[in-house]
C-alpha cells in the first residue's frame, strides 16, 4: 500500500466559473457526486482524510523574514489562474488506483451536469517511496 495526495485545483479552463454562480442544483449536484465517490472510497478503505479548502479569500502566504520574524500578505488571489480547491489522501495499492480515482474526481459534474474535467495533481507522499527514491 502507498499514500498519494490527489490534489484538486480550481481553474476556469472547462468554463464553469465559480459554484456561486451556478444553478443550485447543479451545486448540489457537484457536492453529491464528491459525496458519493467519498464514501465509496471510505468503504474501500482506500480515503484516509479529504478536505475541500476556504476560499483566497481567507488565505494567507507567509514568508520567512529571517531573524525578525515573518512576512505576511494575503491571497492568493482569486483572480490567479489556478488555486487550490481541495485535496484527498488515498491509501491505494499502486498509482495507478490513485490515477484511477483522480478520473473519478476529475468527472465531477459542473453546471448542466457536464463533467468539469479539473486537473488533479497526483503526488506520493515521501514517507511512502522505497529505499533509495528520494
Known amino acids: 500500500m502507498a499514500r498519494y495526495i490527489l490534489l484538486t485545483r480550481y481553474d476556469d479552463d472547462a468554463g464553469a466559473g465559480l459554484m456561486s454562480g451556478w444553478d443550485p442544483g447543479d451545486v448540489a449536484a457537484h457536492l453529491d457526486y464528491l459525496r458519493r465517490l467519498n464514501q465509496e472510497l471510505i468503504e474501500s478503505g482506500e480515503l484516509v482524510d479529504m478536505q475541500a479548502l476556504a476560499g483566497t479569500d481567507l488565505a494567507r502566504t507567509v514568508v520567512s523574514g529571517g531573524p525578525g520574524g515573518q512576512v505576511v500578505t494575503d491571497g492568493p488571489y482569486g483572480e490567479a489562474k489556478e488555486v487550490l480547491a ?20 476529475s468527472a465531477v459534474p ?15 507522499l515521501m514517507d511512502d517511496l522505497p529505499d533509495g527514491d528520494l
Open 86 to 105: 481541495g485535496y484527498q489522501l488515498v491509501d491505494v495499492e499502486s498509482e495507478g488506483r490513485a490515477i484511477e480515482i483522480a478520473a473519478l474526481v
Open 110 to 124: 459542473g453546471p448542466g451536469g457536464a463533467p468539469l474535467r479539473k486537473r488533479i495533481e497526483v503526488r506520493r
